[in-house]
């Protein structure tokens, strides 16, 4: 199983995703890879990988990535090399993407993705939110709303919605998700009792 999570910039998916790892141990989060430079207080190889251009042009080149696309100007990717990784080590690969991204995902990894799509629960909050970010000019909020009404689009492609209204709810609910999931008969080998 590979959890995929996606919404527009601004919806808590990193407020989310944080506090669901911290109550279910078994996940381990794929850390992207982007051109974009880091933001305050990020720390390469726990926040991103951040790589420049050239280097992320070669990693293309290497076929190294599971899905990729372009962003708000900037590249991110997830690697195959560390989604392997941690499904060797019998980790649930939390894979936090853009729809871009998530769609690739999801056309090339069918069944094994267990995909949940995070809403801001309103337009309002979630313009309060990137603006009350203070980390984007009021050029790049205006982009990313834009960005968000088409990225919301694709919500429909994805396997369960969330509205994140309140971070423990949102939680909860993907909790519930993934212990669902854990559950379905798909996911043995055998049965139980055989």
């Not at 696309?69 to 690697?79: D, L, S």
């Amino acid at each position: 199983m590979i959890l995929l999570i996606s919404g527009p910039s601004g919806a808590g998916k990193s407020t989310v995703y944080h506090e669901l790892m911290r109550r279910e141990p078994q996940l381990g989060f794929s850390v992207s890879t982007t051109t974009r430079p880091p933001r305050a207080g990020e720390q390469d190889g726990v926040d991103y990988h951040f790589v420049d251009m050239a280097r992320f042009t070669d990693l293309l080149a290497e076929d190294a990535f599971l899905e990729w696309a372009e962003v708000h100007g900037q590249r991110y990717g997830t690697r195959r090399e560390h989604v392997a990784a941690m499904e060797a080590a019998g980790r649930i690969p939390l894979l936090d993407i853009d729809v871009q991204g998530g769609v690739q995902v999801l056309d090339s990894c069918g069944a094994e993705i267990v995909s949940v799509f995070l809403f801001p629960p309103s337009w309002e909050a979630l313009e309060a939110r990137l603006r009350g970010r203070g980390t984007d000019s009021a050029e790049a909020v205006a982009t990313r709303l834009k960005n968000a009404r088409w990225e919301v689009g694709f919500a429909e492609r994805y396997d369960y919605w969330v509205v994140n209204d309140e971070v423990d709810s949102a939680v909860l609910r993907l909790q519930a998700i993934l212990l669902a999931e854990s559950c379905r008969r798909e996911r043995f080998s055998t049965p139980p009792l055989d």
